[in-house]
């Protein structure tokens, strides 16, 4: 789907029930509620939907759509509490972090 559609969706079903994808974190399949989001500039014409593009701040989350891409603000990793995507990018490198779209 374009950046729009997923920025829209989040939008419309939170707080309940909750736009969600699968990550492998460290390995490991778990369950990611988004929380907020903004669509971006940032995109690369090439990269499959549910890369992880370079961003200009390194505790940013910016992920390839079908359409353009999505910065991901807050969100929930399976089994913690809501957070913003900076604290989850403090504990988990970007290069063990791998969406499952």
């Known amino acids: 789907q374009s950046a729009q559609q997923i920025h829209n969706l989040v939008r419309g079903v939170n707080p309940h029930p909750g736009a969600w994808c699968f990550v492998n974190v460290k390995g490991q399949s778990k369950r990611l509620k988004l929380i907020q989001t903004r669509v971006v500039e940032e995109t690369e014409n090439n990269a499959p ?3 992880i593009l370079p961003s200009s701040n ?4 910016v992920v390839q759509c079908g359409m353009g891409s999505v910065a991901i603000l807050e969100l929930q990793l399976e089994g913690k509490k809501a957070m ?16 499952s779209i």
Do not use: A, V
């Not at 390194?58 to 989350?61: A, F, I, M, V, Y």
């Open 84 to 99: 913003p995507t900076e604290d989850l990018m403090r504990g988990i490198p970007p290069g063990l972090l791998d969406f």
């Open 58 to 61: 390194k505790n940013s989350l």
């Open 49 to 51: 939907p549910g890369t």
